[in-house]
């Protein structure tokens, strides 16, 4: 089997968004990368998380068509292949419309920093991208998706902020690998859930302000981080 262990990685990374009830039914992808071979490997579309197997998932190369597995890809890939195409660093990528994290999407807010949670794993506020327009939505519309989030991220630095909100639809979520992509999907769910609790118990609540931000933030990525024990899961840098 073509990338068995970059398969393997994808479908435990899939599961990981059920077993924290982040997807529903079929909703929600993830996919990892292999740079050197410039393959990706998916979760299929429409497939019952309880029936994926490392074979299910499938591997297309970056311009989407399908190199090995009998199933067709997640409807989502081109906005995958997009975000892969333009954010080099990047090794996984996940999808979910996970209730709170949706929600802001739907408002289209951005959800500001409140706390030293976020912090920890965001420099900054997770963006919204703005609506696609008519002709975006009538074209490639998955692709359009993807250039959609890489617009709103001219100014941002991928590696620092790795999620968005795509507006009226959902967060995509991304990492170093297949694992950081769910893991930053997960831990998005639960800070949207603490930033609508926050605004519910205090509308007029302020985000934490650079000091307290800068502090989290650094302290667990960069050269002068100095949070946990020596790299043992370098694909997990959170
Ligand atoms: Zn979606």
């Not at 992509?181 to 985000?207: G, Q």
Request: proline fraction near 8%; aromatic fraction near 8%; hydrophobic fraction near 40%.
């Amino acid at each position: 089997m073509l990338l068995q262990t970059l398969r393997e990685e994808v479908l435990a990374a899939n599961l990981e968004l059920v077993r924290h009830g982040t997807v529903l039914y079929t909703f929600g992808n993830v996919s990892g990368i292999a740079r050197r071979d410039g393959l990706i490997a998916i979760k299929p579309s429409g497939v019952p998380y309880e029936m994926l197997t490392p074979e299910a998932i499938v591997v297309t190369d970056l311009a989407g068509s399908v190199v090995d597995g009998a199933l067709n890809p997640s409807s989502d890939l081109r906005t995958h292949l997009e975000l892969y195409n333009h954010f080099p660093s990047i090794g996984g990528v996940a999808h979910t419309h996970s209730d709170h994290a949706t929600a802001w999407a739907q408002a289209q807010c951005q959800i500001p920093c409140f706390g030293t949670t976020h912090a920890d794993y965001f420099h900054g506020p997770v963006p919204v991208t703005p609506p696609l327009t008519k002709d975006e939505i009538a074209g490639d519309y998955e692709r359009a998706t993807g250039q959609a989030i890489c617009r709103r991220f001219a100014s941002l630095d991928p590696d620092e902020i790795p999620a968005v909100l795509v507006a009226g639809h959902g967060p995509f979520c991304w990492g170093a690998s297949a694992t950081a992509a769910a893991h930053h999907a997960v831990i998005l769910e639960y800070l949207a859930r603490m930033a609508s609790a926050t605004l519910a118990i205090n509308p007029n609540a302020r985000a934490i302000g650079p000091a307290l931000h800068d502090k989290h933030f650094l302290r667990k990525h960069g050269p002068s981080a100095y949070y946990g024990q020596a790299p043992a899961t370098p694909s997990l840098k959170a």
